[in-house]
């Protein structure tokens, strides 16, 4: 799906959530990478700020919890934030989009709950067919071996 401008507030964030724009805060410097001499003349490197407390209002309790344990090296404390940067590109603007879409898949990963394991023990037929099977198995390689005296 292409991304439109982030400052457009009629667009979703995610699928169902949508977060005021004025959240999301961009700074600008000179980064590495690629560039040549351009490099060292235009402020492309995007730095993307989000407060957790922005988030929350957009995004349910237990996403905010899950976003904090997948956030990683995004996560920022004092005030709690997220902090993404992005350099890949040599413009400003696919920079910023670059930005905004990794927050979109943090989000999208912190909305997809994992479905619950609840464990189960093998049926008997299941355990009679693993253990015939190794028995065949057994048999096919005692009858590899020359015959004892």
Do not use: E
């Not at 979703?12 to 060292?40: I, K, M, Y």
């Not at 413009?91 to 990963?109: D, T």
């Amino acid at each position: 799906m292409p991304w439109p401008d982030p400052d457009d507030p009629k667009t979703p964030l995610a699928p169902g959530v949508w977060l005021d724009p004025s959240a999301l805060t961009f700074t600008f410097s000179r980064g590495g990478g690629p560039g040549g001499q351009n490099v060292n003349k235009v402020a492309t490197h995007a730095t993307l700020t989000v407060p957790l407390s922005a988030l929350a209002q957009a995004i349910p309790d237990w996403a905010v919890a899950r976003l904090r344990d997948l956030a990683g090296r995004y996560l920022a404390d004092q005030p709690p934030r997220l902090v993404i940067h992005a350099s890949d590109s040599r413009s400003q603007r696919a920079n910023r989009r670059s930005c905004v879409l990794k927050l979109r898949g943090l989000i999208v990963s912190a909305m997809n709950r994992p479905r619950i394991r609840r464990p189960t023990r093998p049926s008997a037929g299941a355990k009679q067919r693993r253990l015939d099977a190794k028995k065949h198995r057994s048999q096919i390689k005692a009858r590899r071996k020359p015959p004892q005296d």
